[in-house]
């Protein structure tokens, strides 16, 4: 795929050629001219290309793989990731958004069980420390990549779920399906670095950077109906805000 693929070099520059290749790479990349999916040519053929020692090519590859672009696989070889998800920030659930940008969503239930409440979120869905509530966990994937682990917690009297509901379908699609009207969200975006556990659900290294969503969503009545605490992998997913001057 790189055949056509145009890398000039300036060897007398004090950028390193690692990173002139890189570079180069994902220009082509954000231009589209390396389409999500692509497979570039082994090191050992770039390297010869390109006049460049085996290492240089190398960690030039493993350069753009941490910054999201390019995934090795094995039996394959190196591919063009699948475009970042960007995402508006409104109240709409990450699945109809996956959906309608037709990154092909799909769910893997990890857990759908009444437990007791924790007593922060206790404290934000109106309810007593300890009391039984439905918690969620999902693991959600946009285009076959791993994208976001999914908690929720929500009154078990709200909708009847099934972890088949919730594969095939957005929770909020499911909500207002039963007659939840919902009307407003309070939201909060953050970032931290994973852990071993999520970092093994999202295909990710210990302490890869995740972006971080806690949210409360409210009825038409102003009750909290569903509260969510989420991570997603930054080098595949963003938030896009429209800011208005008042």
Excluded: C
């Amino acid at each position: 795929m790189t055949a056509n693929l145009a890398i000039d070099l300036d060897r007398s520059s004090p950028v390193p050629l690692y990173f002139q290749v890189a570079e180069q790479i994902a220009e082509a990349i954000r231009r589209g001219d390396l389409a999500p999916g692509s497979r570039l040519d082994n090191e050992i053929l770039l390297a010869d290309k390109l006049g460049l020692s085996r290492p240089t090519i190398r960690q030039a590859i493993q350069y753009l793989v941490d910054k999201g672009l390019l995934v090795r696989k094995r039996g394959v070889g190196t591919q063009v990731v699948h475009g970042q998800v960007k995402r508006s920030v409104e109240l709409t659930s990450l699945y109809d958004d996956l959906r309608r940008a037709g990154q092909e969503p799909a769910t893997q239930v990890l857990a759908l069980e009444t437990r007791p409440v924790e007593e922060e979120v206790a404290g934000i869905l109106g309810v007593e420390p300890g009391a039984q509530m439905l918690y969620l966990e999902r693991l959600r994937f946009a285009a076959g990549e791993p994208l976001a682990v999914l908690h929720n917690w929500l009154p078990p009297s709200l909708a009847p779920l099934t972890a088949a509901d919730l594969e095939g379908r957005g929770l909020y699609e499911l909500l207002r399906g039963a007659g939840v009207r919902m009307r407003v969200a309070n939201q909060r975006i953050g970032a931290r670095a994973a852990t071993q556990a999520e970092a093994r659900l999202l295909a990710e290294r210990r302490g890869a950077p995740l972006l971080t969503m806690v949210r409360t969503t409210y009825d038409d009545q102003g009750r909290a109906v569903e509260h969510g605490s989420h991570v997603y992998r930054a080098s595949h997913y963003s938030l896009e805000v429209t800011l208005i001057e008042r």
